[in-house]
C-alpha cells in the first residue's frame, strides 16, 4: 500500500502530517510515497520527509509533479532518496505515425510537437540512453532534435520532441518521386557527416561486438565451413571509432522548414562504415526481397523505388558509378545485412511458419553464395584526407592507384594520372599553406559511361589558381630552357580536363581523365 | 622508389634506372650525377626499368643536358612508350638524343 501525499505540507500542518505519515510507515512494508495529489511542499514539509527517511531509509517517492520535483531536485533530495517523475499521459489514437525505428514508433501529438513511443514497457533506461546519444551526437555537430518530456502512453512510455512543419524523407520520396535525387544528395551528406564524426571511446557501443554476436548465433544455422568464414570476415574488421547512425533509412530523416534532421538516435554507435550500408540495404531492399509490401507498408513507398534509392545513395557515397565496384561494396553489406535478418527472424520464431521458413531460405542462400566469393568486408573509402607534405605523396598515389586499377585503367593512363596526381599534390604541400601546414582531400571517382576518372583536390590555404600560369614554350633548346611551369603544363597535356575553383574557402581542383 | 646503377666505360658513363624517377627520388638522381660527371664525354641514360617519370625528372634530365651539352654528349636508352609521350608532350623528345 502506497502512501499518499496531499495538497500542500508546509509549518502550518506539518506537525500533524508527520505524525501520520510515521504512523502509517511504521506498519507499512516498504514506504512509497505517492505524490500524485500533492501540489505544494515547504521547507518544513521537507524536514518531515527527512524525518520518515531517518526511519525508513529505504523509501521512495513517486508520481512527483514537475514543481515539486523542481523543489526536490533544488534542494538535493533527488540525490539523496528516489524520486520518481509523474508522467504526463498523452494518447497517440488517432494521431499519423512519422517515423519507426527498431525500438520505437514516432507519432506527431500536435502542430508543433512529436512522440516517439518504445515498443518496451520498461522503456525509461532507453528513453535515457536515447537523450544521452542524441546530446552527444548534437555537441558532436550533427543536426537532430532532442526530447524535453517524458510522457505515459498506455502502458509503455514516450519521448516528447519539438518537430515543427518537419516532413520525413520517406514522404517526399512517395509523393514526389522526382525529388528522388535531391533526397539521395541531401541523404548522403547526412550520412558522410555521421561517418566523419570522431566519437570519444566508450561512448557509444561498437557495432563489431555486436555483428560479432550475430555471427557467433550463426553457426548453429549454417554449414560450419561457412559459419567460420562469416565470423572470421567479422573479426577482421578493423575497429572504428567514427559515428554510426545503425538504422538509417529515410523515415529517420527530417526535412524540417530547410534543415535536414537527423531522428530516433538510439541505435548511435560506432565502427566501420559496411555496418551501415549493411543496415540501408536492409531497410530498402532486403526486408522486401521475397515480399515487396513491406517496403510500401513501413516506407509508404514501392519496391523499385527503395532498390533505386539503395543504388543511387549507394553510387554516391562511394563516388563511383562503376558497376562492378557498387556490386562488390553492395555484396559485402548483403553478408552482413543477411546475417542480421535471419538472426532476428530466427529470433522472432519466425522458423514457425511457412513464410518465415521461406524468407530464411532466400536469405540463407544469398548469404551461402555471397560467402565463397567475398574475403574481405572493408572496402575503400574514396575520400582521403591527409597533411598536405611531400612525404604523403606516396600515400596519395597508392590511394589512387587502387581505385585505378579496380577500375581497370590501362597502365600507361595509370602513370598519366600519377604524374598529374604528383604535380597537383606537391604544388598544394609546397604552397598552399607555406610557411604552416595544414591538410588536403584527394576523392576519386570512376564514372562508367564513359569510362572515365575524376580526381578532386580540395585544401583551405591560400587561394591560387595554377592553372592560371603562362605555359612554358617547348620549342626553345635546352640551354634556353627554363624548368619552372612544367608540371602544371604537363597535367594540362595528360588529362582531358583540369578545372579550379575556389569556393567555400577552399582551392578546389578537379583533374578528369577518359579511360 | 628508384634503384640507379652506374657503370663506367672509360670516358662514357651509363647510369640504368629502375622504378620511380618523382619528386621524392629525383634528389637522389641528381646527386649521383653531380658527383659523377666530370671527366665523362658520353653519358648514356638506360630507361628499360624506369617506370614512372614526373617533372622533377624531367628537371634533373634537363640539367644533365646543359651539363653534357657543354662536356660531351648523353643520349637515352630503352624508352617506353608511356615515358615516350611524356617526352613528346612536353618538348623534351627535341632536347634529347632518345635512342
Not at chain 1, 589558381?465 to 603544363?489: N, S, T, V, W
Request: net charge negative.
Amino acid at each position: 500500500m502506497n502512501i499518499r501525499l496531499s495538497g500542500r505540507i508546509d509549518s502550518n500542518n506539518a506537525a500533524s502530517v508527520e505524525e501520520d505519515l510515521l504512523r502509517q510507515a511504521a506498519n507499512a512494508d516498504a514506504v512509497v510515497l505517492d505524490a500524485q495529489d500533492l501540489e505544494y511542499i515547504s521547507s518544513a514539509g521537507l524536514r518531515v520527509l527527512l524525518r520518515i527517511r531517518k526511519m525508513r531509509p529505504e523509501m521512495k517517492i513517486i508520481n512527483v509533479n514537475s514543481e515539486v520535483y523542481e523543489i526536490l531536485d533544488m534542494t538535493g533530495f533527488t540525490e539523496m532518496m528516489e524520486v520518481q517523475k509523474a508522467y504526463r499521459v498523452v494518447s497517440v489514437e488517432g494521431c499519423e505515425e512519422i517515423g519507426r525505428g527498431a525500438n520505437g514508433t514516432i507519432y506527431r501529438i500536435d502542430k508543433d510537437n512529436v512522440v516517439k513511443v518504445y515498443n518496451n514497457p520498461e522503456a525509461l533506461a532507453d528513453i535515457q540512453h536515447e537523450r544521452e546519444v542524441a546530446k552527444l551526437a548534437l555537441i558532436l555537430g550533427i543536426p537532430t532534435a532532442i526530447s524535453y518530456d517524458v510522457v505515459k502512453v498506455g502502458d509503455s512510455y514516450g519521448s516528447v520532441f519539438e518537430l515543427l512543419n518537419a516532413r520525413s524523407f520517406s514522404k517526399i520520396l512517395a509523393r514526389e518521386p522526382d525529388k528522388l535525387d535531391w533526397c539521395v544528395q541531401e541523404y548522403i551528406k547526412m550520412l558522410k557527416l555521421i561517418h566523419s564524426t570522431l566519437v570519444p571511446a566508450g561512448k557509444l557501443p561498437d557495432m563489431k561486438e555486436t555483428a560479432l554476436g550475430w555471427a557467433r548465433f550463426m553457426q548453429d544455422h549454417l554449414p560450419e565451413a561457412a559459419g567460420k568464414k562469416l565470423l572470421a570476415l567479422v573479426e577482421a574488421i578493423p575497429h572504428d571509432d567514427h559515428m554510426l547512425h545503425g538504422d538509417y533509412h529515410t523515415k529517420n530523416l527530417e526535412l524540417q522548414n530547410d534543415e535536414v534532421l537527423l531522428i530516433d538516435m538510439d541505435t548511435l554507435a560506432v565502427g566501420h562504415p559496411i555496418f551501415e550500408l549493411a543496415s540501408m540495404y536492409n531497410s530498402f531492399v532486403g526486408y522486401s526481397e521475397l515480399d515487396h509490401g513491406v517496403i510500401q507498408r513501413f516506407q509508404g513507398f514501392d519496391f523499385e523505388t527503395g532498390r533505386r534509392f539503395w543504388r543511387r545513395a549507394l553510387s554516391s557515397y562511394l563516388g563511383t558509378r562503376n558497376e562492378r565496384k557498387l556490386r562488390e561494396v553492395e555484396g559485402k553489406a548483403r553478408v552482413l545485412g543477411y546475417t542480421r535478418m535471419i538472426r532476428r527472424s530466427i529470433r522472432r520464431r519466425a522458423l514457425e511458419t511457412e513464410e518465415g521458413r521461406a524468407e530464411i531460405a532466400h536469405w540463407t542462400g544469398e548469404l551461402l553464395s555471397l560467402l565463397e566469393r567475398i574475403d574481405t568486408l572493408t572496402f575503400q573509402p574514396n575520400e582521403l584526407e591527409l597533411e598536405a607534405v611531400p612525404e604523403n605523396l606516396e600515400e596519395v598515389q597508392a590511394f589512387v592507384e587502387e581505385h585505378l586499377e579496380a577500375a581497370d585503367c590501362p597502365p600507361k593512363a595509370q602513370m598519366q594520372i600519377g604524374v598529374a596526381v604528383e604535380e597537383i599534390f606537391v604544388n598544394i604541400s609546397s604552397y598552399a599553406y607555406h610557411p604552416e601546414n595544414g591538410n588536403a582531400t584527394v576523392r576519386v571517382e570512376i564514372s562508367d559511361d564513359p569510362v572515365s576518372v575524376a580526381i578532386t583536390f580540395l585544401d583551405h590555404g591560400t587561394p591560387y589558381d595554377p592553372l592560371a600560369k603562362k605555359d612554358p614554350d617547348i620549342h626553345l633548346p635546352a640551354d634556353e630552357r627554363d624548368i619552372g611551369g612544367l608540371g602544371i603544363f604537363m597535367t594540362k597535356k595528360l588529362m582531358d580536363d583540369v578545372a579550379y575553383e575556389y569556393r567555400d574557402g577552399q582551392n578546389i581542383l578537379t583533374l578528369r581523365k577518359n579511360l | 622508389m628508384l634503384n640507379i646503377e652506374k657503370r663506367t666505360n672509360g670516358s662514357e658513363l651509363v647510369v640504368a634506372l629502375e622504378g620511380r624517377l618523382d619528386t621524392i627520388t629525383a634528389p637522389d638522381l641528381e646527386k649521383e650525377l653531380q658527383e659523377s660527371l666530370d671527366d665523362v664525354k658520353l653519358l648514356t641514360l638506360d630507361f628499360e626499368k624506369l617506370e614512372y617519370i614526373s617533372s622533377a625528372g624531367l628537371r634533373v634530365l634537363l640539367s644533365a643536358q646543359k651539363v653534357m651539352n657543354r662536356q660531351g654528349a648523353m643520349k637515352v636508352t630503352h624508352v617506353s612508350s608511356a615515358i615516350r609521350e611524356i617526352f613528346d608532350v612536353t618538348g623534351f623528345s627535341d632536347i634529347l638524343t632518345i635512342a
